[in-house]
T-cell receptor, first 113, second 113 residues
Framework: AQSVTQLDSQVPVFEEAPVELRCNYSSSVSVYLFWYVQYPNQGLQLLLKYLSGSTLVKGINGFEAEFNKSQTSFHLRKPSVHISDTAEYFCAVTSNTGNQFYFGTGTSLTVIP | NAGVTQTPKFRVLKTGQSMTLLCAQDMNHEYMYWYRQDPGMGLRLIHYSVGEGTTAKGEVPDGYNVSRLKKQNFLLGLESAAPSQTSVYFC????????????FGQGTRLTVV
């Protein structure tokens, strides 16, 4: 089975500052990793995903994430945040042995003007 | 592009009442899922289906039943609602290709009083 740990439940950051949201996973098999964003009162939408190949993955809205197999991490980064990035962010994992998605508990990003 | 559609969007139930949440997807996906989202707990899998006529239990199945009579629809039933079932419910679907993400509906906010 897989599991995901998001190390920070809340992250406040000033506008135009960089941000990193941390995600660690555990799995005994090869994994696929995802970051989703949830804006208030909406469903989840995909930011980016890692399947294979380059460990640096670029997504929508200027976000990127780096897959680190040795540290079992998939941290999300943005060099300069905007007010509109205020949202809940979820890291998720699935594997090539099944198709259940396991989600972390979420990180609430608040961008301060 | 409808994607994944959930009905209803909001509902208030009295303890002991029953109801059914409907999820419909138009992407011809094999896999469908029901999650509940609670503060600080992320998304937890209730039940899932890997194809028409099949269902399986997830992490928190007690108090819920599901049916997948048609490939495009996945129903979540509460036979006797309890206040502990107050939550936001999300339906998602994904294809059998392991490199694709889950697509989410907009959610159903259920309050049991």
């Amino acid at each position: 089975a897989q599991s995901v740990t998001q190390l920070d439940s809340q992250v406040p950051v000033f506008e135009e500052a960089p941000v990193e949201l941390r995600c660690n996973y555990s799995s005994s098999v090869s994994v696929y990793l995802f970051w989703y964003v949830q804006y208030p009162n909406q469903g989840l939408q995909l930011l980016l995903k890692y399947l294979s190949g380059s460990t640096l993955v670029k997504g929508i809205n200027g976000f990127e994430a780096e897959f680190n197999k040795s540290q079992t991490s998939f941290h999300l980064r943005k060099p300069s945040v905007h007010i509109s990035d205020t949202a809940e962010y979820f890291c998720a994992v699935t594997s090539n042995t099944g198709n259940q998605f396991y989600f972390g508990t979420g990180t609430s990003l608040t961008v301060i003007p | 592009n409808a994607g994944v559609t959930q009905t209803p969007k909001f509902r208030v139930l009295k303890t002991g009442q029953s109801m059914t949440l409907l999820c419909a997807q138009d992407m011809n996906h094999e896999y469908m899922y029901w999650y509940r989202q609670d503060p600080g707990m992320g998304l937890r899998l209730i039940h899932y289906s890997v194809g028409e006529g099949t269902t399986a239990k997830g992490e928190v199945p007690d108090g819920y039943n599901v049916s997948r009579l048609k490939k495009q629809n996945f129903l979540l039933g509460l036979e006797s609602a309890a206040p502990s079932q107050t939550s936001v419910y999300f339906c998602a679907s994904s294809s059998t290709e392991y490199n694709t993400e889950a697509f989410f509906g907009q959610g159903t906010r259920l309050t049991v009083v």
